[in-house]
């Protein structure tokens, strides 16, 4: 039995090549898309997983309550805290402290190791300069998370002063083909550290991605100014992590948390929560830093889009399966005759959907394979496709959805012809009202296609609009640096050097740009007032040339004078809106307390509002002020003529100034960008899948078009013969389809529009979403139905009339 089945299969395959043509090339498509959006979450909903302990860890975050009833939320923790969970909580089985590193200078004697660098004199060590993936950590950590050893003991390899442990890579990075155990790094000019470990590389789905272990006891070296035992202090490098023996114990362990505040924070209790975050919610955290977070509800979006995509493809294979229904009545007909049952012709069917569908597969995931570096290098991602047990579950589980989908529906309704109707040719395509279910599943197909579409459009506005929004200053042109030695004397050189090449417009020496991830500020009050006001304010430390170089505009009042201390405050007109004062000048002369100042200083002047963070968050209120050890970094304002040579300028007075670090720049603009690494990967993703939607509604379109086209011949033989135009029979042949684009986009829009306007609250700036997006979507969509309709219409319409005729 299953030799005839395939030997039937095979025939019906090879007499409609063209259909199993469309068949296949949509299946696969529509399963590739499903198989790499099925990557893509898996990938995300893989992150951290990997822990044996993943069930039991949970990170401490803390809440800032301030006066006003508003909430700041900072995923991180006071250092102390780590010993005190530790040692007075029975619940906890082991707490660590975690304290990234931005920027490391990492040495490495050119003795130790076996690379040979051209650039770099044969005595001088080899320097890197690492902005991630390098942390001071307690060795408690290795008792919570779980990392690979090849070398060293987890217990011990951090515990002393001076010591470090680095993965695989880094090691081979550092130090080549040298065995890396005992070898020393000079971090920072300052600490010499020893490699006592050697770990395998982590997994890249995880968000604690730390090549470089520093004992956290080496932190006194690094920087002798960070007071450990400070529990109000709260850094944005700061995490700790936590294991309960009971996960369930989670509840009476935030109920704890107010007597602990109590203690080491007193009156100030009030003001802070701590929160025990599992690790499954840190990857989605989406309050944690601005950029780069993908949230929970953008995997179960695409998770539709996948489902919605292999949908579509089915909708082609049923459609085009039922169209051909009358071509396969008389082999109904007979076999039933002949002594067929119901349930065989079924499974008949059913066996040839099967092989088209095993085909596709095979097909999509060579797809998949051959498509996945250029779609990880479009999405800035690492998806690998791994024969796993989870991989070939969802393919089975894909397989048989789509044969049921794609077959069930045919073989139901070709089994259950009559064999005298079937014989007879009278065969009638079961209908519901005035449409048919082919009809409705067209309407269906385009509904998904038209909300893509307005989808990608809409995204497409919003991250155009968030990279070209004025922002309050100047973004463009400005080439930043970092400044590892923060002394008046040799940073002021470094500026007034730089200012002599013609090409350098502008030199500002501060903490950060205007606009920032890093949102640093307090409690202030004014000096006419006896309370601290309940709400904080921003500040940006700068010298004077802040203003000029970032293009910032001074309402009212002057510009602060260069000083290496605080004497005098710039504010922004969101300072005044808070205090509720209309007129700029009113503000002039006024003292403010900041909580770090000891005394009241004057407001010199206003400036207009800038945003200080992406364009999520509104606008707040900020201040401007001159404190020369922390400016760390230096924004120039060039020409952007010769950029090439502009930057070999710059790094020619680097050298001169800071010999035994590494010159390393960007560009703001390029910062900037990193806000919306979130927004940027929506943006390709919905064109991505808008676009496989598109292809497949086409290849569909195309098929029933060319079986109307061939059940139509010879009317359209005998119209041309009493007179018809190509222009009359095209469109004889296209209104029908028209008219069922035009349903779908009429239903699609106002689903469409909820999606995205409820996309669009997560930003405080954002687009409206115009009529035009609705029409120019429509006309797109009508577009690809009218170009895929007309190209079959018009062959048939310039067919000789005489061939038409003669083809019954």
């Known amino acids: 039995m299953l030799r005839s089945y395939l030997k039937i299969a095979l025939r019906n395959i090879r007499s409609q090549r063209v259909y199993t043509f469309l068949n296949i090339t949509g299946l696969t498509i529509g399963m590739a898309g499903g198989l790499l959006i099925f990557l893509f979450i898996s990938y995300h909903l893989s992150t951290d997983r990997h822990h044996t302990k993943f069930d039991r860890i949970f990170r401490v975050v803390t809440d800032l309550h301030l006066a006003d009833g508003s909430v700041e939320y900072y995923p991180e923790a006071p250092l102390p805290m780590a010993k005190a969970l530790r040692t007075n909580y029975p619940q906890v089985d082991q707490a660590a402290y975690l304290k990234m590193n931005r920027d490391l200078t990492v040495e490495v004697d050119r003795k130790a190791t076996s690379q040979q660098r051209s650039d770099t004199a044969s005595d001088q060590p080899v320097r890197f300069l690492e902005h991630k993936s390098t942390a001071l950590v307690e060795p408690e950590l290795f008792d919570i998370l779980d990392y690979q050893w090849l070398r060293g003991n987890p217990k011990s390899a951090l515990r002393e002063p001076n010591t470090a442990v680095l993965t695989e890579s880094w090691a081979k990075k550092y130090f080549g083909d040298t065995d890396p155990i005992g070898q020393t790094l000079t971090l920072n000019h300052r600490a010499n550290v020893r490699v006592t470990g050697l770990l395998?590389?982590?997994?890249?789905?995880?968000?604690?991605?730390?090549?470089?272990?520093?004992?956290?006891?080496?932190?006194?070296?690094?920087?002798?100014?960070?007071?450990?035992?400070?529990?109000?202090?709260?850094?944005?490098?700061?995490?700790?992590?936590?294991?309960?023996?009971?996960?369930?114990?989670?509840?009476?362990?935030?109920?704890?948390?107010?007597?602990?505040l109590k203690t080491h924070f007193g009156v100030d209790a009030r003001y802070y929560q701590f929160h025990f975050q599992p690790l499954r919610d840190v990857h989605f955290d989406v309050k944690r830093i601005v950029g780069g977070v993908i949230r929970p509800s953008l995997l179960w979006s695409l998770g539709l889009v996948g489902l919605f995509l292999v949908l579509t493809a089915c909708i082609n294979f049923v459609n085009l399966a039922t169209a051909q229904a009358l071509r396969r009545g008389k082999e109904v007909g007979i076999r039933k005759t002949l002594g067929g049952t119901r349930g065989q012709l079924i499974r008949q069917f059913l066996f040839e959907t099967s092989l088209i569908v095993l085909t596709a597969t095979v097909l999509a995931l060579l797809l998949v394979r051959l498509t996945m570096p250029l779609f990880n290098q479009w999405l800035s991602i690492q998806l690998a496709m791994q024969v796993d047990i989870q991989l070939l579950g969802f393919v089975f589980l894909l397989i048989s959805v789509v044969i049921l989908l794609a077959g069930g529906y045919p073989s139901a309704v070709l089994s259950g012809f009559s064999p005298w109707a079937a014989l007879k040719g009278t065969l009638a395509v079961r209908v519901r009202g005035n449409y048919s279910l082919r009809q409705a599943l067209i309407v269906l197909q385009f509904v998904i296609c038209q909300a893509l579409i307005v989808g990608a459009l809409v995204v497409a506005s919003q991250v155009r609009y968030l990279h070209e929004a004025d922002l309050g200053f100047r973004k463009d042109n400005v080439v930043m640096v970092t400044l590892p030695n923060r002394q008046t004397e040799r940073r002021e050189a470094f500026k007034n050097e730089l200012m002599q090449y013609p090409a350098i417009r502008s030199v500002s020496a501060s903490h950060q740009p205007p606009s920032s991830r890093l949102l640093y500020g307090g409690s202030f009050k004014m000096d006419d007032k006896a309370e601290w006001e309940d709400y904080p304010v921003r500040e940006r430390v700068a010298d004077a040339n802040y203003l000029d170089t970032y293009g910032l505009q001074l309402v009212a009042g002057r510009n602060i004078s260069q000083s290496d201390t605080i004497r005098e405050y710039l504010v922004n007109e969101a300072f005044l809106k808070k205090l509720n004062v209309s007129d700029p000048q009113k503000i002039l002369g006024r003292k403010m307390q900041y909580y770090l100042s000891p005394i009241p200083l004057p407001i010199v002047g206003v400036v207009k509002d800038f945003h200080l963070r992406s364009l999520h968050e509104e606008i707040t209120p900020c201040f401007i002020a001159t404190y020369g050890p922390f400016m760390g970094e230096a924004g120039i304002r060039v020409s952007g003529q010769n950029p090439a040579q502009t930057i070999q300028?710059?790094?020619?007075?680097?050298?001169?100034?800071?010999?035994?670090?590494?010159?390393?720049?960007?560009?703001?603009?390029?910062q900037l960008a990193k806000f919306y690494e979130t927004e940027s990967l929506v943006f390709r993703l919905v064109n991505i899948f808008s676009g496989i939607a598109i292809l497949i509604c086409g290849l569909g379109l195309y098929g029933l078009v060319s079986f109307v086209v061939v059940q139509r011949t010879k009317e359209i033989g005998v119209r041309k013969v009493l007179g018809a135009s190509v222009a009359s029979l095209v469109t004889l042949l296209s209104k029908d389809f028209l008219k069922l684009v035009l349903v779908a986009i009429i239903i699609a829009s106002p689903l469409a529009w909820w999606a995205m306007n409820s996309w669009l609250q997560d930003f405080a700036y954002k687009i409206t979403i115009d009529w035009w997006v609705f029409v120019l979507a429509g006309l797109l969509a009508i577009g690809v139905a009218l170009i895929t309709v007309s190209f079959q219409s018009i062959k048939a319409a310039l067919v000789n009339p005489v061939k038409s005729l003669r083809s019954e």
Do not use: C, H
Request: without cysteine; negative net charge; hydrophobic residues 35%.
């Open 200 to 260: 395998a590389d982590t997994p890249k789905t995880t968000d604690t991605d730390i090549n470089l272990f520093i004992s956290l006891s080496t932190l006194t070296q690094l920087d002798s100014t960070y007071d450990q035992t400070s529990w109000g202090a709260l850094n944005s490098t700061d995490r700790i992590f936590i294991t309960l023996k009971d996960p369930q114990s989670v509840g009476s362990m935030e109920s704890a948390m107010p007597a602990l």
């Open 649 to 670: 300028r710059i790094r020619q007075v680097w050298q001169k100034f800071y010999p035994n670090e590494v010159f390393e720049y960007t560009y703001l603009d390029e």
